[in-house]
């Protein structure tokens, strides 16, 4: 029996192309001009962050010294991202990258800001799921940072949804570790439907990065999709556990 | 072509942790059974692995049920045979 549940990774790497080249260079397509107004658009994002509506940031000191590694934050409001880069740093901003539904991506008022503020890449989650593991995978196997909700959307509650297993099937097969992260109070600030955020205090927190080493063993004793589900619970836990402690 | 329908069975089983008796093999997995649809790439990937099948991706929708499941493992085998 051993054998029949064994070594699954395979053909999940089959499906996400991990061992394909890529015929030319996946982070082209980010030399947006857009780009050139980013370090205008998070000065201003600062300000605004130390002044009006207040982004503290906790524990920037677990980020791992150098990319790749994933992002992994709860999502509960469309100030999350700006908020987590800003956290981040801007040394670290600039090898950050993130996966956008269609649904959001395709307004341009959006995409605008989107692409101000962020390496963008549209994907159609709706659809398909591996085109959008895949945009993830060129983008890792590259060297960069990519920040990923795990949820799949933003919550409406404030409340943490389930967790989708790509954070895992990512960070497994490319051995590349997770930071849980835990934004609180931007739900208040700016919830779903609201334009302009308002007053108030919202904080980052990073926790310490889930590695691989104690998973990827695991990928011959059990069905792949299982130790991809262990880390993505493991990053649940840990999201958790940052929101207990606050 | 008997042997597959139960090893599948058996596989399947194994994969979504749910006793074999309790699969309808008409129901569907993933609104039926609650399976998420990522375990159904799990079933076809433990398939390509035991039979060395190489199942197409497009086959990672249209695949819901238990007999089809069944279906493609004997249709893909008998294509590999040929």
Redesign the interface.
């Known amino acids: 029996?051993m054998?029949?549940?064994?070594?699954?990774?395979?053909?999940?790497r089959k499906?996400l192309r991990l061992d394909e080249e890529d015929k030319e260079d996946p982070l082209k397509k980010f030399n947006y001009p857009h780009r050139f107004f980013r370090p205008l658009f998070y000065s201003i994002f600062g300000v605004a962050a130390r002044f009006y509506f207040k982004i503290r940031s906790h524990g920037t000191e677990n980020l791992p010294a150098a990319p790749p590694y994933i992002i992994a934050p709860n999502h509960a409001s469309s100030l999350d991202y700006p908020a987590v880069a800003w956290a981040m740093g801007e040394g670290r901003r600039k090898d950050f990258y993130v996966l956008a539904t269609k649904h959001f991506y395709d307004i341009p008022f959006t995409r605008f800001f989107m692409k101000v503020a962020a390496n963008v890449e549209r994907i159609d989650t709706v659809d398909?799921?591996?085109p959008a593991l895949r945009a993830a995978v060129r983008i890792l196997k590259r060297g960069k940072s990519l920040y990923i909700n795990p949820e799949g959307t933003r919550s409406t509650t404030g409340k943490l949804l389930p967790f989708?297993?790509g954070v895992g099937?990512l960070s497994v097969e490319l051995n590349v570790p997770v930071v849980p992260v835990y934004i609180k109070g931007t739900h208040e600030l700016l919830p779903p439907g609201s334009i302009f955020p308002k007053p108030g205090v919202a904080d980052v927190y990073f926790g310490k990065p889930v590695y691989m080493d104690d998973y990827r063993p695991k990928l011959k004793q059990e069905?792949?999709?299982y130790v991809?589900k262990e880390v993505t619970d493991e990053v649940r836990l840990r999201i958790d556990e940052l929101a207990r402690l606050q | 072509m008997a042997d597959i329908e139960k090893e599948v069975r058996s596989?399947v089983s194994?994969?979504i942790k749910i006793p074999e008796d309790k699969i309808d093999p008409a129901a569907n997995l993933f609104y039926d059974l609650g399976v998420?649809?990522?375990?159904g790439?799990?079933i076809?990937?433990?398939l390509?692995?035991?039979y060395g099948l190489n199942?197409p991706?497009d086959k990672?929708?249209s695949i819901s049920t238990l007999n089809g499941i069944i279906a493609l493992t004997k249709g893909l085998l008998e294509g590999k045979r040929k």
């Open positions: 029996m054998e029949e549940i064994s070594l699954t990774s395979d053909y999940w499906l398909d799921f591996f989708r297993p099937i069905n792949a999709y991809y | 596989l194994k994969i998420d649809s990522l375990l790439v799990e076809l990937a433990a390509d692995k035991k199942v991706e990672l929708r």
